[in-house]
T-cell receptor, first 115, second 111 residues
Framework: GESVGLHLPTLSVQEGDNSIINCAYS??????FIWYKQESGKGPQFIID?????DKRQGQRVTVLLNKTVKHLSLQIAATQPGDSAVYFC??????????????FGKGTKLSVIP | DTEVTQTPKHLVMGMTNKKSLKCEQHMGHRAMYWYKQKAKKPPELMFVYSYEKLSINESVPSRFSPECPNSSLLNLHLHALQPEDSALYLC??????????FGNGTRLTVT
């Protein structure tokens, strides 16, 4: 059955402030990383990705930083809005074949935005 | 709305039932995936299809049987499930290189 009392790490941020969500990954050979946002009742939604030959990538209001030395990934959200409230997952590419690959998800962080 | 469509949105089935989950995408992606997600946990990979052939089976019990009839469709056939199989079942598709695109899932309850 399901685990009772299992809680996701939670980050509470005031509306308008910047948010930083961190993720440690496991495989030093991983060459592709993705951040997903998952709202209640929905599937994971792609936010931004980064390849291992980069250490920073920017999107609209979001920035992903990759530190391969310590196997750490972070997602920065500028000017956080109530609509950003969701669970955020980092994911790493673990293996690949012809035309597909294995994507493994981190544990997730719940972001709550305080109006 | 997502570009990956899953049906049904909700499904309740008994342990002796046979049912199927369906997934459709029209983005021309040649890789399709089934993930299982329990509450407050990350999605876990079940199956990967590449060019309509099963390429990865993550040691999933045989009561789950995937099928890829064509490049746009992916099914998951369910038979003799257990209550612990209750979860959100997510379908995704991708092209390589590129991220996985997920549907909104089927919420399955096994009674």
């Amino acid at each position: 059955g399901e685990s009772v009392g299992l809680h996701l790490p939670t980050l509470s941020v005031q509306e308008g402030d910047n948010s930083i969500i961190n993720c440690a990954y496991s495989n030093s050979a991983s060459d592709y990383f993705i951040w997903y946002k998952q709202e209640s009742g929905k599937g994971p939604q792609f936010i931004i990705d980064i390849r291992s030959n980069m250490d920073k990538r920017q999107g609209q209001r979001v920035t992903v930083l990759l530190n391969k030395t310590v196997k750490h990934l972070s997602l920065q959200i500028a000017a956080t809005q109530p609509g950003d409230s969701a669970v955020y997952f980092c994911a790493e590419k673990q293996g690949s074949g012809a035309g597909s690959y294995q994507l493994t998800f981190g544990k997730g962080t719940k972001l709550s935005v305080i109006p | 709305d997502t570009e990956v469509t899953q049906t049904p949105k909700h499904l309740v089935m008994g342990m002796t039932n046979k049912k199927s989950l369906k997934c459709e995408q029209h983005m021309g992606h040649r890789a399709m995936y089934w993930y299982k997600q329990k509450a407050k946990k990350p999605p876990e990979l079940m199956f990967v299809y590449s060019y309509e052939k099963l390429s990865i089976n993550e040691s999933v019990p045989s009561r789950f049987s995937p099928e890829c009839p064509n490049s746009s469709l992916l099914n998951l056939h369910l038979h003799a499930l257990q209550p612990e199989d209750s979860a959100l079942y997510l379908c995704a598709s991708s092209q390589v290189p590129g991220p996985l695109h997920f549907g909104n899932g089927t919420r399955l309850t096994v009674t």
